[in-house]
């Protein structure tokens, strides 16, 4: 991990103030930017969100997907944490905390909101960052890469009906024309992108991919900084009013992140699955493609949503809980070994 991306949540905090700053000393620009819209897309953070996006999906190899009959148990386990745990825990954890629990401290118009944001992030495996965690904890390279392939190809037809179904089942309304749009933008175009650019880098041979994805590399966390500035000079007044939002927002995710690597990290262990299998499987299982959850929850509530919010929440906390889940599995490998 560079040390850039270790201090991924300082500078999310720098952007956070700076935006905020930013939006109470020039509110007329940023009313301005908002409008910049087509079909419901904010033209500038649309380009932003794909020069987020798409440096990030060119790592992808798809050709990896042969990799997952290696590991059928891991993969398989991946893919139950990710795609049947991971969302409906989300959404149940929304409703507990944001509708029950904490319903007494936060805006009433914004409830559904703030559920909506919760799941966008959850509905999302990550893409990029799990590659870092992996390599900490030792992981399988191959299996990361296949798993994270796996994910992608699903996630291309499954994220806008599975958002739209945990949307439905928690009574709020779905967009379904932006949330297709959404999918199309930030997903379909930019892995065909992606993928059409990897041919072209890989056609020049290994070194010139790598110079490639070393210089591309600093755009995606730019793009992603550059975001937050905007959506928190938005969002400014309304947590310069109620700062507690987002220590309500982060228990949720925090949560959801601890139970489901344990969760897959259990599974692993007991199917019988090697500890380098088990990590990534875990931390994939933990981590979120939080760039894709705020460009979707920009597109589907807007810039002062709710929405936009709490997925930005879950960038705040993703590196620090990350590592703490990376000490814990580094940590108890004796103990998984042992099993």
Known sequence: MSGFERYLSLWVFTCIVAGIALGQAMPGVFLAIGRMEVAQVNLPVGLLIWVMIIPMLVKVDFGALHEV????????????????VKPFSMAFLGWLFIRQLFV?????????????????????????????????????????????????????????????????????????????ISVGLYIVIPVALAQWWRKSLLARGPAAFAAAMAKIGPWSITALLLTLVLLFAF????????????????????????????????????????????????????SNFFELAVAAAISLFGFESGAALATVVGVLIEVPVMLLVVRVVNASQGWYERG
Request: net charge neutral.
């Open 69 to 84: 009959r290696q590991h059928v148990r891991g993969i398989g386990v991946t893919l139950f944490v990710n795609w049947l």
């Open 104 to 180: 007494d401290y936060l805006p009433a118009e914004q409830l559904d909101s703030y559920i909506a944001g919760l799941i966008l992030l959850a509905a999302a495996p990550c893409t990029a960052m799990v590659f870092v965690w992996s390599r900490l904890s030792n992981g399988d390279p191959l299996f990361t890469l296949s798993q994270v392939a796996v994910n992608d190809l699903i996630m291309v037809f499954a994220f806008a009906p599975l958002v739209a179904f945990l949307l439905g089942i928690s009574a709020i309304t779905v967009p379904w024309a932006t949330l297709l």
């Open 235 to 286: 969002q400014g007044e309304a947590i310069l009013r109620q700062p507690l939002v987002i220590a309500l927002l982060a228990v949720p995710i925090l949560i959801q992140v601890f139970f489901n690597s344990a969760l897959a990290y259990w599974l692993n262990r007991a199917l019988g699955e090697k500890h380098n299998i088990a990590c990534p499987s875990a931390l994939i299982g933990a």
